[in-house]
C-alpha cells in the first residue's frame, strides 16, 4: 500500500528562519510527486511537481528537492504570510489509472 | 484560464437527511474530475474520479454516490446523511492524470 508520511506535524519559525519540511513516501513506480499549499478554509493550491530523484523547482521563498525515498520543501527567510498547511502527494499506477495520496501536511506559522 | 467552482460552501444537515454538493469547472473541456474528503487529523481521502461524462470510479465503499451529467459538472450525493459523513469535501481536477489536480474552495459538511 502506497503511504505518504509527512513531518513535522506542526512548525512554528520566527519571520526569518529557515527551514525544511519532509514528505517521506512508500510507493511501486513513482510517477510523480506535488507540493500544494492549503489555507484555513480554502482548497489546496498546487506549488510544485518533481518527477525524478535530483529534480529541483523553486518559487520565491520555497524549493522543493526529491530522492528515491524523500521530498523536502525548503523555506528560505520566510514571512507571516507563508503561513499555511503544505500537503505532500505522491501519484503511482493504481488499477490502470494514477490517483494521488496524500499525506496529512505539516502546519507552518511565521510569526513577526 | 480554467476556474472550478464548488456549492455551497457550508452545509449543516440533520442526520438521515439527502445531500447533493456539485462541482463546476470553466475553461476546459473532457477534464478528469475528482472529488476528496478531508477530515480533521486526516490526509485528503480521494472518493470517486471521472474521466468522461456517466464514468465514475469508487475509491471506498460509503454511504455516497457519483454523478456526472455534463462534461464539466461533477455531483456527489447521499440518500441518507450520517454522522460520520462529516467533513470538508473538495472538488479537483486535471487535463491528464499525470498532470497537477487544481482544486475549488471546497464545502464545509456539518450533520447534526
Known amino acids: 500500500e502506497d503511504q505518504v508520511t509527512q513531518s513535522p506535524e506542526a512548525l512554528r519559525l520566527q519571520e526569518g528562519e529557515s527551514s525544511s519540511l519532509n514528505c517521506s513516501y512508500t510507493?511501486?513506480?513513482?510517477?510523480?510527486l506535488f507540493w500544494y499549499r492549503q489555507d484555513p478554509g480554502k482548497g489546496p493550491e498546487f506549488l510544485f511537481t518533481?518527477?525524478?530523484a535530483g529534480e529541483e523547482k523553486e518559487k520565491e521563498r520555497l524549493k522543493a528537492t526529491l530522492t528515491k525515498k524523500e521530498s523536502f520543501l525548503h523555506i528560505t527567510a520566510p514571512k507571516p504570510e507563508d503561513s499555511a498547511t503544505y500537503l505532500c502527494a505522491v501519484q503511482a499506477p493504481t488499477s490502470g489509472y494514477s490517483t494521488l495520496t496524500f499525506g496529512k501536511g505539516t502546519m507552518l506559522l511565521v510569526s513577526p | 484560464s480554467q476556474t472550478i467552482h464548488q456549492w455551497p460552501a457550508t452545509l449543516v444537515q440533520p442526520v438521515g437527511s439527502p445531500l447533493s454538493l456539485e462541482c463546476t469547472v470553466e475553461?476546459?473541456?473532457?477534464?478528469?474530475l475528482y472529488w476528496y474528503r478531508q477530515a480533521a487529523g486526516r490526509g485528503l481521502q480521494l472518493l470517486f474520479y471521472s474521466v468522461g461524462i456517466g464514468q465514475i470510479s469508487s475509491e471506498v465503499p460509503q454511504n455516497l454516490s457519483a454523478s456526472r451529467p455534463q462534461d464539466r459538472q461533477f455531483i456527489l450525493s447521499s440518500k441518507k446523511l450520517l454522522l460520520s459523513d462529516s467533513g470538508f469535501y473538495l472538488c479537483a481536477w486535471n487535463t491528464a492524470s499525470n498532470q497537477p489536480q487544481h482544486f475549488g474552495d471546497g464545502t464545509r459538511l456539518s450533520i447534526l
Open positions: 475553461g476546459t473541456s473532457n477534464p478528469n
Open positions: 518533481l518527477y525524478s
Open positions: 510507493v511501486s513506480g513513482l510517477r510523480g
